[in-house]
């Protein structure tokens, strides 16, 4: 199947794309395509028009800001997974990137787009949310700031308006006391996942963040955990604790999808430093 036709037009910055948006009310914005590109060809969507600004300067630059890291929204995973730019070298984002699909779409992919596309199972929807990550928007109106983790309405579903583009996400700083976790768990290699979580903390900026991802909706913030491990719980964390935190989070899941999600918390836990320990007849081991 081929997409419906189509008009198309390469925006030369910001302002002519939203320009082009406001003008055109079912137009659809393109970045590396990676995602609009499979739903023209399947006809899941029939814009009038195509808006390419994947070539826009300003959507491009990553700026360090303070504590803060600007990513222009065009910026690719690839560009990210390969440290191109320095101040984002060794920072969560550069292993997130690396770990989504395969390669080649990497290297069309952007962040932005994942972000606008809104699958619940990305993994910039998680990862960015635990990371307390804000999404900078411009459209006629002016420009607005969203809290990452209440950017997606639902599935394939966000606060953006009709002639709304994201220009760009920030991210905080790696300081010396952060410790960062992401799992994910697939049925294979560069799929998206089925269950996935993610953990940010920072002692130095009072922060701490668990998330649960690829759920039907909107990330999950698992403040109560986050709360318990923020305020220094040195012991860790039982196995059990994880587990109810799990289920309370998602009280209509079935026993697998409990058991998958448990698994990537854990895991995602453990790559932040968290102690997870097992219980065998009431006795901690």
């Not at 914005?29 to 300003?58: F, W, Y």
């Not at 504590?67 to 320095?86: F, K, Q, R, S």
């Not at 999808?257 to 097992?278: K, M, N, S, Y």
């Amino acid at each position: 199947m081929k997409a419906a036709n189509f008009a198309y037009a390469r925006a030369a910055d910001v302002d002519h794309a939203i320009e082009l948006l406001s003008r055109n009310g079912t137009a659809k914005l393109l970045g590396g395509s990676q995602s609009l590109g499979p739903m023209l060809n399947l006809r899941l969507a029939r814009p009038s028009e195509v808006i390419d600004i994947a070539q826009i300067e300003d959507l491009r630059v990553v700026r360090a800001h303070g504590d803060a890291i600007e990513i222009g929204a065009a910026v690719t995973h690839a560009e990210l997974e390969d440290g191109v730019h320095p101040p984002l070298v060794g920072h969560p984002v550069q292993d997130v990137a690396a770990g989504i699909a395969y390669r080649a779409i990497r290297t069309r992919g952007t962040i932005g787009g994942s972000l606008a596309h809104a699958d619940p199972a990305a993994d910039w929807v998680v990862s960015l949310a635990a990371l307390g990550a804000r999404v900078r928007l411009r459209s006629r109106s002016g420009e607005r700031i969203v809290e990452a983790d209440s950017l997606l309405l639902g599935a394939y579903t966000t606060v953006l308006a009709a002639d709304e583009l994201i220009v760009s996400v920030a991210v905080p700083v790696s300081t010396p006391t952060a410790r960062w976790g992401y799992h994910k768990l697939c049925r294979k290699t560069g799929e998206f996942a089925e269950a996935s979580a993610a953990c940010f903390f920072d002692p130095s900026r009072n922060c701490a963040r668990v998330v649960l991802g690829a759920v039907d909706g909107p990330p999950i913030l698992l403040r109560s955990l986050a709360a318990h491990l923020g305020d220094g719980a040195t012991q860790g964390l039982t196995r059990e604790q994880v587990k109810t935190a799990v289920k309370q989070a998602l009280p209509e899941r079935d026993a697998i999808d409990l058991r998958l999600f448990a698994a990537a918390l854990e895991r995602a836990l453990q790559q932040a430093g968290v102690t997870i320990h097992h219980q065998v007849q009431g006795a901690r081991i």
